[in-house]
């Protein structure tokens, strides 16, 4: 019996040593982590952008003229349409941030008209405005494959305005610079794809003004009558985009 019993243990003893040598001659070998994918947004992109837009124009009155009653009147109103077009930039990114410069020239429908609350039986008042340009720095914060940014600079847009009567009217009209801040969030839903949303305010202060007499509707002539006004020009835009980066849209880490 104790025969059988050392017998057995040297056995064991014997297949212990040779599962330990076993082991000490296999390598180990470390399971490889996961890629982590980082998006990069730096590079050069183009685009398109398509939404609704509003005005608030507003006649400031400084004088006693044919379409007013008093010094200091003052009338606004609302205009709202379409407002579309093309965009380019640049972004360069460190880490999460993400710096940018962006231009952007768009169609707008921002066509007013109103009954004058001077004379409401004959008088009426139009704006018009057919195009806005910006050109914009930008700051982002990235969280994956979304952006979130700020944006503001440098508007530009034609403006136009017409107060008119059975008889005669008062139109002029004037290139303007003014400035814009916004901001918005973008994904970036496929490789060199990004769609996005984004808010801007734009403030074009008074265009327009001072003295300028007015002409017949029958025979366009200059007038002895007379207005001096100048208006106020105030934009609001929410736009969808769409835009396509050139370079490659991700990183692997691993």
Known sequence: MKKLVLAASILAASAMSASAADLAARPYTKAPAPAVVAYDWSGFYVGLHAGYASSDPRF???????????VGDSFGFNANGFMGGGHAGYN???????????????????????ISPF???????????????????????TSGAW????????????????????????????????????????WMVAPNWIVGVEGNYYDFGHCCGGLSFNRSLATNAVLASNSNHSTRFDD???????????????????
């Open 60 to 70: 400031d009155f400084a004088t006693i003229g044919h379409y007013n009653n008093a």
């Open 92 to 114: 360069w990114q460190a880490s999460n941030f993400v710096f940018g410069l962006e231009g952007s020239i768009s169609y707008t429908d921002l066509t007013g008209r109103a």
């Open 119 to 141: 004379f409401p039986a004959s008088d009426t008042f139009r704006t018009k405005q057919e195009w806005i340009a910006t050109v914009t720095p930008r700051l982002g914060v």
């Open 147 to 186: 952006l979130f940014y700020v944006k503001g600079g440098v508007a530009f847009t034609e403006l136009r305005t017409r107060i008119q009567d059975l008889a005669d009217y008062n139109e002029r009209s004037e290139s303007k610079t003014g400035w814009t801040v916004g901001g918005g969030v973008e």
């Open 236 to 254: 609001w835009s929410v736009l969808g985009r769409v835009s396509y980066k050139f370079g490659n849209p991700v990183v692997a880490k691993y």
